[in-house]
C-alpha cells in the first residue's frame, strides 16, 4: 500500500460484524478466565493487554498505524512528545552515560536532555550539526550510547543530514534516534537514509487539529543491540524474570524493552480517547500536509518579497542555506512552519503579531489553523541570549505556523497587519 492509503487503512482492520471505525476501549483492565493465562501475560509468553498502562487496544491499532507509517517493527504511543524522547533515553542510557545532540532542537527537549537528564547523570552534548564528520567524531567518547537530531529542527527549520549523523553513529555502534516531527512520515522517511529509531510529537500536524497530546517512539528494528556496548539488552532483566531482550524479542528487543520496563516504570501512558483523536488526524495527513507545504511555501515567497521583511527563513526558499539537503530529505514540501523577522526587530515583531486578525498567538505548532508565535518570549524565554543563538533562535524571530485555509486569506491578514507596523 502507498502513504496515502495506510494513512487510512493501516492497523486496523475489522472482522465480520464488528465496529467499522476503531473503538474507543475506556477500561483499565481486561479479564482473563485463568490465573495460569494471566500469569503467561506476566511473563510475556503471551500478548495481550492486562493493564492499560502497558497496552490498550484503541492505542495498540493505531500504534500498528504509525509504525506502517514508518516502516517500523513495531510502536509504543505516549502521553507526550516529551515523554517518547525521555523514555527513549532512558531505555539505552543510565547515569554515566553520555549522548550527542544536534544543537538546534525544539526548547522543551534541548531542557530535557540538558538540564533534566544531567541530574540523572546522563551526560548531552550539544553539536552544531554543520561541522563535517571528522569534527562531529571528536565529541564520541567510550560512553556515548545515542545521537539525536530533528529532521526539521523546531523552531530554526534545519535541515538535518540524516545520512551524515547515521553515519557518524553506525561507525561508532550507536543508534540514530530522529525526531521526525515537523516533517511527519508523509515528508520524510528517516529510517530510509540511516536512522534506527523515530520519535515523534503527535501533538503536532499528526494529530493535526490541535485536540489531543501525544508521542510516539518507533523502532526500525535495524540496529545491532549486541556490540557488547549495551547490556541491559543482552544481558537478563532482573525486573522480568531474567528475560533477555535481544534472545527473546530480536528485532523488537528496543521497542518491547520500552514498553515492558520503561512505561511499566514510567507510567506516562496515552489516554485510549486521545488515541481515537489522533488516528482521525492520521486519516487525512497525506491531504493535509500536501495544503500545508503549498501555502507555506506560498506565504514564505510573500515575505521573501516584502519590504518591510527583514529576513525569511523556509527551507523551501532558493534562499534558504538548507535548500539542498531539503531537495534530498523533504522532496514532497518542507513543512507547514516559516520563521521570518520584521524589519524593525523585536518590537516590530510584537505589533505585527498584535495586529494580526486571523492567525492567532498560540503556544503550538502545527496544526489546521494558522498561528504565529514569538519564542524568545515565550516558549524559549528559559534561555539566555547565549543558548538563544545556539539553538538558532534570534531575538526578532516569528514563527508562523501555515494553516490549511485559502492561502490568499492568509496573505490579506499578513499584509493589514504589515500596514499597521511602521
Ligand atoms: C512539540 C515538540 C516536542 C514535544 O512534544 P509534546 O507533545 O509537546 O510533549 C518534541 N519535539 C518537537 C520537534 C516538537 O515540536
Known amino acids: 500500500m502507498k502513504i496515502e492509503t495506510k494513512c487510512i487503512q493501516s492497523g486496523y482492520s475489522p472482522a465480520n460484524g464488528e465496529p467499522r471505525v476503531i473503538p474507543i476501549v475506556q477500561s483499565t483492565t481486561y479479564k482473563y478466565d485463568s490465573t495460569q493465562t494471566m500469569g503467561d501475560l506476566f511473563d510475556l509468553k503471551e500478548s495481550g493487554c492486562f493493564y492499560t498502562r502497558l497496552a490498550n487496544p484503541t492505542v495498540g491499532y493505531v500504534e500498528e498505524k504509525i509504525a506502517d507509517l514508518e516502516g517500523g517493527v513495531g510502536a509504543m504511543m505516549t502521553s507526550s512528545g516529551q515523554a517518547a524522547n525521555l523514555i527513549t533515553i532512558l531505555n539505552i542510557c ?20 540538558g538540564v533534566t537528564l544531567k541530574k540523572l547523570g546522563i551526560e548531552c552534548i550539544f553539536v552544531d550539526a554543520e561541522l563535517p564528520l571528522d569534527e562531529l567524531q571528536k565529541f564520541v567518547k567510550p560512553n556515548t550510547k545515542a545521537i539525536f537530531g530533528e529532521t526539521l529542527s523546531n523552531p530554526s527549520l534545519d535541515v538535518l543530514d540524516i545520512e551524515k549523523f547515521a553515519q557518524l553513529a553506525h561507525s561508532n555502534n550507536i543508534p540514530l534516534v530522529i525526531d521526525n516531527t515537523f516533517p511527519t512520515p508523509f515528508l520524510c522517511n528517516p529510517f530510509e537514509y540511516g536512522a534506527d529509531i523515530i520519535i515523534h510529537s503527535t501533538s503536532k500536524y499528526m494529530d493535526g487539529h490541535a485536540t489531543a497530546l501525544g508521542g510516539v517512539i518507533v523502532d526500525s528494528g535495524k540496529f545491532d543491540w549486541t556490540s557488547g ?3 541491559e539488552f543482552t544481558e537478563p532483566d532482573e525486573s522480568y524474570h531474567g528475560v533477555v531482550y535481544t534472545e527473546s524479542f530480536g528485532k523488537a528487543a528496543f521497542i518491547t524493552k520500552a514498553r515492558v520496563q520503561m512505561m511499566r516504570d514510567l507510567g506516562s501512558t496515552p489516554a485510549p480517547m486521545n488515541a481515537f483523536l489522533l488516528n482521525l488526524g492520521l ?5 493535509r500536509m500536501e495544503r500545508h507545504c503549498q501555502n507555506a511555501q506560498k506565504v514564505a515567497e510573500f515575505l521573501e518579497n516584502n519590504p518591510k521583511i527583514a529576513w525569511v527563513n523556509y527551507p523551501g526558499l532558493k534562499s534558504s542555506k538548507y535548500h539542498d539537503l531539503a531537495s534530498k530529505y523533504l522532496p514532497k514540501g518542507c513543512s507547514g512552519v ?32 494558522t498561528s504565529v508565535l514569538h519564542p524568545a518570549s515565550s516558549t524559549h524565554r528559559q534561555l539566555t541570549d547565549e543558548q538563544l543563538v545556539e539553538c538558532g533562535v534570534s531575538p526578532d524571530l516569528i514563527r508562523m505556523s501555515v494553516g490549511i485555509e485559502n492561502v490568499d486569506d492568509i496573505i490579506a491578514d499578513i499584509t493589514q497587519a504589515l500596514a499597521c507596523v511602521d
Not at 486519516?283 to 491531504?287: A, F, G, I, M, N
Open 338 to 369: 516559516i520563521s521570518f523577522g520584521v524589519a524593525g526587530g523585536k518590537a516590530a515583531a510584537i505589533k505585527f503579531m498584535d495586529s494580526l486578525k486571523m492567525a492567532a498567538i498560540v503556544c503550538h505548532v502545527a496544526d489546521a489553523r
Open 229 to 231: 556496548k549495551f547490556p
Open 94 to 113: 543510565h547515569s554515566g552515560d553520555s549522548i550527542i545532540s544536534a544543537s538546534t532542537i525544539y526548547g522543551g527537549t534541548f531542557n530535557l536532555f
Open 283 to 287: 486519516e487525512t495527513l497525506h491531504l
